[in-house]
């Protein structure tokens, strides 16, 4: 196992506002630095499409394409991986909205497989509002911070989730039999069960990690409130799997005219306390809870450097600019504790003296990037 991950190189073409783009890049902080819509965040969303996922914008596939390019995208990139070094590559089909992936140069059955090589968690502006939004951005936030202890979470997620859609068409048009919905059901049962147990056990060591955060950022409380949550933290395993089952039988009439499913994961929240202030985190003014969302992100990247030997690769973007002199130096303080390989972006590089001499420094301009020659 490496002592980080990192990628190494980084190649972009036809992705956002870029024809093409090329980084080579250390195992350290990397700062990208530039004025708005010069393609700082495309290059985190770049680096961010080499993981599970739709990215740190959930954007369509075809919606990364660049608007002129007449071409799909593509990233390709060298990654110090868990697994040592690995080349990792994805893009749009060119006929559909289908995403590619390959590992070294081996197409791969499903980006679900990315995850066997590389955690990447990010923070984005649009983000300060995940304790104020629908639960379901919350569900994806902690699913993330899953991937890095267990790389198999993204497949039963995609399983789970097809089950589920597939079963709402059948009860919708009315074409399918109780062998066939059973067939559906029992897939999510199967997976949902074992989704929810990641879940559980994931928030009960983050939750631990939270509230012994120091420094100036909060320690928090982290929970997981959910029907099939509730069931493992009562019932043994195979009972929560019987009643879960059952629920889905009999619900059958309610979820035909309703859609989806009345219980199950995809219906869970995380729950989030502001220790210091005993209130839930959508309560707390908007500093607070960027503060608190920060502290949760730091507390995981410890947890899974202790653990697994390697902090996630982290995608700040627009962070720094947002916190007092005194966080700000504690977020460097820990990155570079962390020995993490974190991306930053910033209008205004002085927010960054805290980094000077310790990250690779870049310019973003009109969608050109070059290394800064002090960095």
């Not at 991950?5 to 870029?18: G, I, P, Q």
């Not at 950022?217 to 029907?227: D, L």
């Not at 697994?308 to 600019?321: F, R, T, Y």
Request: with cysteine; charged share 25%.
């Amino acid at each position: 196992m490496v002592a980080n991950l990192a990628v190494r190189k980084l190649m972009v073409s036809n992705f956002r506002n870029y024809v093409s783009a090329r980084m080579e890049i250390a195992t350290g902080p990397v700062v990208l630095t530039g004025d708005n819509g010069a393609g700082k965040t495309n290059l985190l969303e770049a680096v961010s499409m080499l993981a599970p996922g739709r990215g740190l914008r959930r954007a369509k596939t075809s919606d990364l394409d660049r608007l002129d390019g007449g071409q799909p995208w593509a990233v390709a990139a060298t990654v110090d991986s868990l697994y040592g070094e690995v080349d990792l590559g994805t893009g749009r089909d060119r006929d559909s909205e289908r995403r590619l992936v390959k590992i070294n140069g081996a197409s791969a059955r499903s980006q679900a497989a990315l995850a066997e090589y590389v955690n990447i968690v990010w923070l984005t502006p649009q983000m300060d509002g995940l304790f104020l939004e629908g639960s379901g951005a919350r569900r994806r936030f902690l699913d993330r911070l899953i991937y890095g202890f267990d790389a198999a979470h993204a497949g039963r997620l995609n399983a789970y989730e097809k089950a589920l859609r597939d079963r709402a068409r059948l009860l919708k048009t009315g074409q399918g039999d109780d062998a066939w919905l059973g067939a559906l059901e029992t897939q999510m049962v199967e997976r949902g069960i074992a989704i929810a147990a990641a879940r559980r056990d994931m928030v009960a060591r983050l939750d631990l990690a939270c509230k012994a955060a120091a420094g100036p950022f909060p320690g928090a409380s982290v929970a997981v409130e959910g029907q099939v949550e509730d069931w493992l933290g009562t019932l043994p395993a195979v009972e929560a799997e019987d009643r879960f089952a059952t629920t889905l039988i009999s619900g059958r009439s309610k979820d035909r005219d309703h859609g989806g499913a009345s219980v199950g994961p995809h219906k869970s929240d995380m729950a989030v306390t502001h220790l210091g202030k005993s209130m839930p985190a959508h309560l707390c003014s908007t500093g607070e809870q960027k503060a608190v969302l920060i502290a949760i992100v730091l507390a995981h990247a410890k947890l899974q450097a202790a653990e697994k030997g390697a902090p996630p690769i982290l995608l700040l973007d627009e962070v720094a600019a947002h916190l007092d002199p005194e966080r700000r130096e504690a977020l460097y303080g820990t990155l570079l504790g962390l020995n993490s390989q974190s991306w930053l972006t910033g209008t205004d590089v002085e927010i960054f003296d805290g980094l000077s001499g310790k990250a690779r420094f870049f310019k973003v301009k009109e969608a050109d990037v070059r290394p800064m020659a002090d960095s």
